[in-house]
């Protein structure tokens, strides 16, 4: 762990690098994008072997973890410029609006997604002229040094990225330097209020990518063989432990006897097994701790009326046989994220009784609709309360799309050209020449 001076030294360094990088043409920083791009797909092995080693990882999620992020760092590095000057016309001959960067922003980054949740914000605060100091999960500190070296390695000036190996406890002193302009957490509900509040009372800038219960409706008339296996996919998929994964699956009543069968039956292939085999697609959690809340999660539910369609079942500290249940009304798991492989089904009465049910939650990050009636999709995406749906497709992260949450799945965008405004300030200059 990094001392107090060694902080406040990378810190300064970061600042002092700020001061090079927002000189650079926004062209120039693209091209470094794309080095560092590129240097990522040369080492997409030797790095998914880190995030396997670090959590568990299937090493083919892993590795396509880390192609994804090339992906979307070669999107920033041919994106258009949204970031130059902009003329407005008015009555006086100067009249413009810049977007400046903030400066040294704050990363504050989770263990699923290692590469990913890194550099998904890093990139676009980067590229808008900010530098940025990584606070990784603690677990995580290898994958943090080895995004931090493809930064060097690609040619960026010195400090433009700094991963700093502090524990939680350091956040706070760290996001009230005087240095630090801005934050970006992706976490927790209780991560992301604390760091919140930090930030609020020393008026500084965050964005929040919090937790999801995102669901997945299954209406009666949607392709009911597709979506079992895409749904199998969705919930299990990093282990479950996905803050846009399916979570609720909600089946209207007349489609429960055609879909359920199917989707208990691609559920049940999912089998855990080595993460270093690449035929493997699903592993164990990341950490005992993790294991042992989504087990008691599981008793709660239980104990408060639901039914287990498929047991969850404990095979090692950190590994589980995927478990099903059916909620009931008012179980006060529906209150909670079930960050791991375990499932809920919920039945809807109707098309409307379904789209209550997938608002009746505080969170808000992404749901999926399965339905072949193109007014019938459109009026679940207009009245869905989340920042993303899919249509008969699982909900996922693009480069070109935003990515952010309503309600307490948190606020702000990741991804798409709206990202790279999130750390600027728009500045007004108008006058007469």
Not at 150 to 156: C, L, Y
Not at 218 to 247: P, W, Y
């Amino acid at each position: 762990m990094l001392t107090t001076e060694q902080i406040n030294n990378k810190l300064q360094e970061a600042d002092k690098a700020f001061g090079e990088w927002r000189k650079i043409p926004f062209e120039e920083r693209q091209k470094l994008i794309a080095k560092a791009a590129q240097l990522l797909l040369d080492k997409s092995e030797e790095f998914g072997k880190i995030i396997t080693r670090e959590m568990n990882k299937p090493i083919s999620q892993s590795v396509a973890e880390i192609e994804k992020c090339a992906l979307m760092m070669n999107y920033y590095a041919e994106a258009e410029n949204i970031l130059k000057p902009e003329e407005v016309k008015t009555r006086f001959n100067v009249c413009e609006i810049h977007h400046s960067p903030m400066g040294v922003i704050l990363g504050v980054m989770p263990w699923n997604y290692p590469f990913w949740q890194a550099l998904r914000f890093a990139i676009p605060a980067i590229l808008a002229g900010n530098t940025v100091v990584l606070k990784h999960a603690s677990i995580c500190f290898d994958s943090g040094n080895a995004i931090e070296s493809v930064f060097d390695e690609a040619g960026f000036p010195k400090g433009v990225f700094l991963n700093l190996e502090v524990g939680h406890g350091a956040i706070k002193g760290i996001l009230e330097d005087s240095v630090i302009k801005g934050v970006s957490l992706t976490g927790s509900e209780p991560a992301g209020a604390s760091v919140a509040s930090i930030a609020g009372s020393n008026i500084k800038k965050s964005v929040l990518e919090l937790g999801g219960s995102d669901a997945f409706i299954i209406l009666e008339d949607g392709d009911f063989d597709k979506a079992a296996k895409v749904g199998a996919e969705a919930r299990l998929q990093n282990c479950g432990q996905t803050c846009v994964a399916a979570k609720r699956f909600i089946i209207h009543q007349n489609a429960e006897e055609h879909f359920l069968p199917k989707f208990i039956e691609e559920f049940k292939k999912f089998v855990p097994g080595d993460p270093n085999d690449k035929e493997t697609k699903l592993s164990a959690m990341a950490r005992k701790d993790l294991a042992d809340d989504l087990e008691a999660q599981y008793k709660k539910a239980l104990d408060n009326g639901a039914e287990a369609i498929i047991p969850l079942e404990r095979i090692s500290d950190i590994a589980f046989k995927p478990g099903l249940m059916k909620i009931n009304e008012g179980n006060p798991i529906l209150e909670e994220e079930l960050f791991g492989p375990l499932g809920m089904v919920l039945i809807g009465k109707d098309n409307n009784d379904c789209l209550l049910l997938a608002n009746s939650t505080k969170f808000g990050l992404g749901n999926a609709v399965w339905t072949k009636d193109k007014e019938t999709a459109f009026f679940f995406a207009e009245n869905l309360e989340s920042g993303a749906v899919a249509i008969n497709e699982m909900t996922k992260s693009m480069p070109d799309m935003p990515f952010g949450g309503a309600k307490n799945s948190g606020y702000g965008t990741e991804l798409s050209l709206i990202a790279l405004k999130e750390f600027t300030i728009p500045k007004s200059i108008v006058g007469t020449l």
